[in-house]
């Protein structure tokens, strides 16, 4: 699950611009945007990877 979060912190990185790269580009005023970093993906994956026992109150039924 750590890996995982890894990975995604790892995908979700900012661009030159200040955007994230691992967000899917959303239409904003006829314009293709993207979320800037840090996107609320990482945020939330920060969350966990500094207070893991907090993953279990997010994701109910897969405590182990
Ligand atoms: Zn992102």
């Known amino acids: ?3 995982a979060l890894r990975g995604t912190v790892a995908t979700h990185r900012s661009d030159h611009h ?3 790269l ?3 580009p959303t239409w904003t005023d006829g314009r293709l945007t993207r979320e800037p ?3 609320p993906t990482i945020d939330q994956a920060q969350g966990f990877l500094k207070d ?3 993953i279990y109150e997010a ?3 897969e405590r182990v």
């Open 1 to 3: 699950m750590i890996a």
């Open 18 to 20: 200040g955007l994230c």
């Open 22 to 24: 691992g967000c899917p």
């Open 37 to 39: 970093w840090p996107c």
């Open 52 to 54: 893991p026992d907090r």
């Open 59 to 61: 994701l109910p039924g």
